[in-house]
Nanobody
Framework: QVQLVESGGGLVQAGGSLRLSCAASGQTFSTYNMGWFRQAPGKERDFVAA????????YYADSVKGRFSISRDNAKNTVYLQMNRLKLEDTAVYYCATDVRQLNNGWYAFGSWGQGTQVTVSS
């Protein structure tokens, strides 16, 4: 069983930056693809970004492309999400997940989920 703990969320002004971290512990699956999802109030949980564990290939939702960057440190079993030029609509709870896969109709996580970290962007 993999435990995921997100950190780095907070309150930031529009145009600012935050860096989220997700640390895995327990019985880790280091070869799983990992990613970030977010959920705003009253909305479904949406895909944000993913990274393949071995090669480091990255994938992004259109809404964050060019502003967010996902990276990982395999030795530390940690994945990061650098968020730049934040917008009001980026406000959400951000969740880290393992075993992230792209299917025909979107991105899904089939492994473990973290507890989430709140990101609030103010005007």
């Amino acid at each position: 069983q993999v435990q995921l703990v997100e950190s780095g969320g907070g309150l930031v002004q529009a145009g600012g930056s935050l860096r989220l971290s997700c640390a895995a512990s327990g019985q880790t699956f280091s070869t799983y693809n990992m990613g970030w999802f977010r959920q705003a109030p009253g909305k479904e949980r949406d895909f944000v970004a993913a990274i393949t564990w071995i090669s480091g290939n990255t994938y992004y939702a259109d809404s964050v492309k060019g502003r967010f960057s996902i990276s990982r440190d395999n030795a530390k079993n940690t994945v990061y999400l650098q968020m730049n030029r934040l917008k009001l609509e980026d406000t959400a709870v951000y969740y880290c997940a393992t075993d992230v896969r792209q299917l025909n109709n979107g991105w899904y996580a089939f492994g473990s989920w973290g507890q989430g970290t709140q990101v609030t962007v103010s005007s």
